[in-house]
């Protein structure tokens, strides 16, 4: 009977730790987001030059992929037919 009842309790303690900790939870997420609301938001001084390096960036990426599919292609034309070298 005692082993019944301590399995009982010990449900009944571990439900009560669960709900406690989940209400704990919610509360410290919700003032988090209070604190998110109330500070001001940073704004981006210098917008135009990072899209402009990224765009560079992007340029660059593919005429580097052209670059590279022209030589594989190159290779392919001088291989003897019948040989693939991929």
């Keep these: ?3 019944v009842l301590r399995w009982v309790l010990a449900a009944l303690v ?3 730790i669960g709900q406690f ?4 939870a919610l509360r410290l997420i919700e003032r988090r987001r209070r604190e998110r609301a109330l500070q001001p ?3 981006v ?3 135009a030059a990072s899209d402009e390096r990224n765009r560079l ?4 990426k593919i005429e580097k992929k052209r670059a590279k599919a022209e030589a594989k292609q190159m290779k392919k ?3 003897p037919k019948g040989e693939t070298n991929d």
Excluded: D
């Design 77 to 79: 034309s001088k291989a």
């Design 21 to 24: 900790g989940k209400s704990f």
């Design 1 to 3: 009977m005692w082993n």
């Design 41 to 43: 938001q940073a704004v």
């Design 57 to 60: 960036e992007a340029l660059v």
């Design 45 to 47: 001084s210098e917008p």
């Design 14 to 16: 571990a439900g009560f």
